[in-house]
């Protein structure tokens, strides 16, 4: 099993900057990759950006790609989600979810963290 843990969300002004973290704990050898995900009020959740487990470039939303940074640390098992320029449009429940080596899509997800842009 796999536990994840999102923190980091907080009350920002349009184009300031917050960093989301996730910790990821359990069973790490399952991990195949980890994305982020949000979700405003009335809207479906999104997808905003993922990156594999054993590192490399992450993968991201059209629109976010430029103004949001996906990271991992490898000596804490913690997966981050740079957030810099943010709108409005931004604000939304963010999760942090993970894939295994053996399933397809996400099995494992995170309780959230609240991200509130104001104007």
């Known amino acids: 099993q796999v536990q994840l843990v999102e923190s980091g969300g907080g009350l920002v002004q349009a184009g300031g900057s917050l960093r989301l973290s996730c910790a990821v704990s359990g069973r790490i050898s399952n991990v195949y990759s980890v994305g982020w995900f949000r979700q405003a009020p009335g809207r479906e959740r999104e997808f905003a950006a993922a990156l594999f487990w054993r590192g490399g470039s992450g993968n991201y939303a059209d629109s976010l790609k430029g103004r949001f940074t996906i990271s991992r640390d490898n000596a804490e098992n913690t997966v981050y989600l740079q957030m810099n320029s943010l709108k409005p449009e931004d604000t939304a429940v963010y999760y942090c979810?993970?894939?295994?080596?053996?399933?397809?899509?996400?099995?494992?997800w995170g309780q959230g963290t609240q991200v509130t842009v104001s104007s």
């Open positions: 979810a993970a894939r295994s080596l053996y399933r397809a899509g996400y099995e494992y």
